[in-house]
């Protein structure tokens, strides 16, 4: 068991009703083609992938750097090339979101004495999760809390409010 300040990110993807459908083989490249994309770049930028899932990751990153901002927004870029060329090829296209927070992250492993994995346990994450609820709200690509926002520097932001998450503003 450790505990640490850390960044935590969260994408997630969609695609249309029609790829969940049909339940097959395709289903599933379409899946690894977004999180194999997605994921290098995470990692390329410093991060370290936690889980996947079939509709994105966790990603945790180390706090107060800019690295976790420019993997999200380079993230962003590679699914807008994704989309142009599934477009082309009259695919359906991906709807991309992700979500950044800063908190404690305690990470141990969890398990029986037959089967053991290693997790991370952190509100950060329910943010997160919080945040990914707000993008059919908001015209944005990218959400972040106000503890990530002050490392968006070279980026564009605009501040959308504040929400709650259970009893916590």
């Known amino acids: ?36 994309c997605t994921a290098r770049i995470a990692s390329a930028q410093g991060g370290t992938i936690l889980s996947f899932s079939h509709n994105g990751f966790d990603a945790l990153f180390a706090p107060d750097t800019s690295a976790p901002i420019s993997a999200a927004v380079a993230i962003r870029q590679e699914i807008i090339a994704v989309n142009r060329e599934r ?7 991906v709807a991309l979101r992700v979500t950044l927070d800063s908190g404690e992250v ?27 609820a707000l993008f059919t709200r908001f015209d944005a690509n990218i959400l972040c809390t106000e503890r ?16 709650h998450d259970g009893g916590e503003l």
């Open 1 to 36: 068991f450790a505990s640490r300040i850390m960044t935590t990110m969260h994408v997630s993807f969609s695609f249309d009703d029609h790829v969940y459908e049909s339940r097959s083989k395709e289903l599933f490249e379409n899946i690894n083609e977004v999180t194999e």
């Open 87 to 93: 477009s082309r090829k009259g695919l359906s296209l």
């Open 106 to 132: 305690m990470l141990g492993v969890v398990g029986d004495e037959t089967r053991m994995q290693a997790t991370a346990v952190s509100s950060s994450f329910n943010t997160a999760r919080v945040l990914d």
């Open 148 to 163: 990530i926002q002050r490392w968006a520097g070279e980026y564009g932001s605009r501040y959308i409010g504040k929400t």
